[in-house]
């Protein structure tokens, strides 16, 4: 059997009675239905400061320091 994958969004009514249209291109048949349902949690500010401060320390500010740029070289030429 070839898994084919097809997504639909919907909001989920009150009463939980969720009726989905799938299009004519799916066969009829058997099919398999997953349910993903979540809510993200808006992150703060306090919520980043305490998730960076976790992090470990790998290393000085110098060894991540990288030569400044001063672009092209002047480029000379021959007459």
Request: proline share 10%.
């Amino acid at each position: 059997m070839t898994a084919h994958y097809y997504e639909a969004v919907a909001e989920l009514p009150p009463d939980h009675c969720l009726r989905l249209q799938l299009p004519p291109e799916i066969p009829a048949g058997p099919v398999r239905i997953a349910i993903i349902y979540g809510r993200a949690a808006a992150a703060t500010g306090q919520d980043i400061k305490n998730l960076l401060a976790a992090m470990p320390d790998v290393g000085e500010d110098a060894d991540f320091a990288r030569p400044r740029d001063l672009g092209r070289e002047v480029q000379e030429w021959d007459s």
